[in-house]
């Protein structure tokens, strides 16, 4: 069981805007540890997408965008495109387990 | 450009060690921490545990008598062992470099690692 929550799955449609939830608790993103975001394309390893202070590494475009709010982190992506569609992996530290936890991940299809 | 690629074999018999390697180039080990991340078959990420550069190390609780993650800085590499594997060790193992605020930055491409009865 995973202390971090994202929903399995979400969907828009090209063009559209979504957000992935990320909701942790008060000894992780609610402790002020930030928030990583890792796109998973299909058959590909992991690739560090952007954390909760909106720092992205330079290939990643501005459509995607990442916040946090008390216990919880979201990513926001704009302008939907067919390349979008991966799975997307929340990640943070947690004082309480003393170590690093990963969501469960999100299954994002652009329709 | 760093880079990150594992090495090790791919088959495993239960109950023995699973030994992965990770070398590093374009970059120092120097600085970082350096870890270990799995995927099962068809699942999410599980953290496994890194070391700092200077060797110490901190693993995730649910395997800590299992393992033991080591850095040699000579050679720029660093190594996984778990020790008495099972079935549900069967998994996609991926290393990575991780930052001081905990982002995993880099990422080998991953090794299939089979748990074999």
């Known amino acids: 069981q995973s202390v971090l929550t994202q929903p399995p799955s979400v969907s828009g449609a090209q063009g559209q805007r979504v957000t992935i939830s990320c909701t942790g608790a008060s000894s992780n993103i609610g402790a002020g540890h930030d928030a990583h975001w890792y796109q998973q394309l299909p058959g590909t390893a992991p690739k560090f997408l952007i954390d909760s202070n909106n720092n992205r590494p330079s290939w990643v475009p501005d459509r995607f965008s990442g916040s946090k709010s008390g216990t919880s982190a979201s990513l926001a992506i704009t302008g939907l495109q067919a390349e979008d569609e991966a799975d997307y992996y929340c990640q943070s530290y947690d004082r309480s387990l003393g170590g690093e936890i990963f969501a469960g991940g999100t299954k994002l299809t652009v329709l | 450009q760093v880079q990150l690629q594992e090495s090790g074999p791919g088959l495993v018999k239960s109950s023995e060690t699973l030994s992965l390697t990770c070398a590093v180039s374009?970059?120092?080990?120097?600085?970082?921490?350096w870890g270990w991340v799995r995927q099962p078959p068809g699942k999410g990420l599980e953290w496994i545990g890194y070391?700092?550069?200077?060797?110490?190390?901190n693993y995730n609780s649910s395997l800590k008598s299992r393992l033991t993650i080591s850095v040699d800085t000579s050679r720029n590499q660093f190594s996984l062992n778990l020790r008495s594997v099972t079935a549900a060790d069967t998994a996609i193992y991926y290393c990575?470099?991780?930052?001081?605020?905990?982002?995993?930055?880099?990422w080998g491409q991953g090794i299939l690692v089979t748990v074999s009865s």
């Open positions: 374009g970059g120092s080990i120097n600085g970082y921490y």
């Open positions: 990575a470099r991780v930052k001081g605020d905990s982002t995993f930055d880099y």
């Open positions: 070391v700092y550069y200077n060797g110490v190390p």
